[in-house]
């Protein structure tokens, strides 16, 4: 554990990087229901500029962080008073350095600055934001590294495995390093960590099926409610493909041990089996606040209750294996991450592109896949050492996605 202030010490410095997304303002519930266990002293959004007024008036932060310049206009004066405004990108990175604890809440390749930044600091990460450690995962591994710094899923599968590995091995989960750059070496008694995925509003149906379905469609998620791209991920099982790059990077373990089931009621978050046979489960209702909650107590608790089950309303649990041939992006991404190197920083930036495409109407959803899989025979292989290295690896697959992008278009 880094060196965290312990219970009962003051309240903890967290700075929300994407505050105003759906991570950022469940963590402010978080915040609020902690009742002065945590401070906000660091608010960071794009452009939000009502509702990040409205969080600094509540919060009152030491910085608020704007990445656009006419949004920093309009909050101008509008900042309590003794709150700093900083302006542009770097002020993103500003917020990410700050405080002791740091929420990557930034959707997608995007956050990648912030998840550098923060651990190079020496904070903790509580990360919600999957891309920057799929797209960038040798950076990330080497910042890792860094005295204090440690990382602490919010992600609901990973914030479970995290949980069942430190209450079952006894130790935290990720802290045994590996060598530079690479992930954390996987402690010798787990044997398997099984993802579960909700198999999204298209479980069940057949590819033939789903050649018209619509932008509404995709985002109608049975369970969770999330940001569009997260959901239209969910929908093609391409979040779970890259939840599977992001546990090998988390705990270590190699991609044969990393099983995927689909379990429709999004109540058992994930499993690990232990080498005796025994399997740990995390079960809670779908709510993102617990996992929040859990990234930023670690290794306490918070007092209230978010996901609580209520027994007698758990009739069953299914799980079934996932339909590979009408969601190829699941194997797609096992491909890229055995791959390794740049290989799923293409993966990720394909993904977007083609998830923007769909969210815009430019292409088909089955097309998603499609141009994924176009993007990665394209594939460039190249060593990441920098950040510098993983930007260019993206441009370099968002070119070709692109491409393939206007090749399919609608």
Same mark, same amino acid.
């Given at each position: ?17 994407g ?36 969080q ?14 006419e ?53 903790? %990460?509580a ?7 799929i797209?960038?995962?040798?950076v ?22 995290? +949980? ?78 890259l ?7 988390l ?13 429709? +009621? ?7 089996? %232990? ?6 489960a +995390? ?29 007698? +309303? ?16 699941l194997?797609l ?5 055995r ?5 799923p ?27 994924v ?38």
């Amino acid at each position: 554990m880094s060196a965290l202030r312990q219970r009962g010490a003051g309240p903890v410095g967290v700075s929300i990087v994407g505050s105003t997304g759906s991570i950022g303002t469940q963590a402010i519930e978080v915040v609020r229901a902690a009742g002065g266990q945590f401070r906000v002293v660091a608010l960071a959004a794009g452009r939000s500029v009502e509702l990040l007024a409205a969080q600094a008036a509540e919060l009152q932060p030491d910085l608020v962080a704007v990445a656009d310049a006419e949004a920093a206009v309009e909050l101008k004066g509008r900042l309590p008073a003794g709150t700093e405004l900083a302006i542009g990108p770097q002020a993103l990175l500003d917020a990410a350095g700050c405080a002791e604890i740091v929420l990557n809440g930034v959707v997608g390749f995007a956050g990648l600055p912030v998840t550098v930044t923060a651990l190079r600091a020496g904070r903790r %990460l509580a990360l919600a934001n999957k891309e920057s450690l799929i797209a960038g995962a040798p950076v990330v591994q080497a910042a890792r590294a860094t005295p204090g710094a440690e990382i602490v899923p919010v992600d609901s599968e990973h914030c479970a495995v995290h +949980q069942c590995l430190a209450r079952s091995l006894g130790s935290d989960p990720g802290a045994e390093p590996g060598a530079a750059g690479s992930p954390p070496a996987a402690h010798r008694s787990l044997r398997r960590i099984v993802l579960t995925a909700s198999g999204g509003p298209f479980r069940g149906r057949r590819a033939a099926e789903l050649a018209g379905v619509t932008v509404e469609q995709a985002l109608a998620h049975p369970t969770w409610q999330m940001g569009p791209k997260i959901t239209v991920d969910s929908s093609t099982l391409m979040n779970k493909g890259l939840e599977v790059i992001e546990a090998h990077e988390l705990f270590g373990v190699g991609y044969d041990a990393i099983e995927v089931v689909v379990h429709p +009621q999004s109540i058992v978050h994930s499993m690990v089996e %232990l080498s005796d046979g025994a399997t740990i489960a +995390q079960l809670s209702m779908p709510d993102m606040r617990l996992p929040i909650g859990y990234a930023l107590a670690y290794p306490d608790r918070l007092d209230h209750p978010f996901g609580s089950l209520d027994w007698s +309303q758990v009739s069953r649990l299914d799980f079934e294996p996932p339909d590979l041939d009408t969601f190829p992006c699941l194997r797609l991404a096992y491909q890229a991450g055995r791959a390794g190197g740049s290989a799923p920083a293409w993966l990720n930036a394909a993904n977007e592109v083609a998830v923007t495409a769909f969210l815009e109407g430019r292409i088909a959803w089955p097309a998603i896949a499609d141009v994924v899989a176009a993007t990665l025979d394209g594939y460039d292989a190249s060593e990441l050492v920098e950040i510098e290295d993983v930007l260019a690896a993206d441009a370099a697959a968002r070119r070709i996605a692109a491409a393939a992008v206007a090749r399919r278009g609608r």
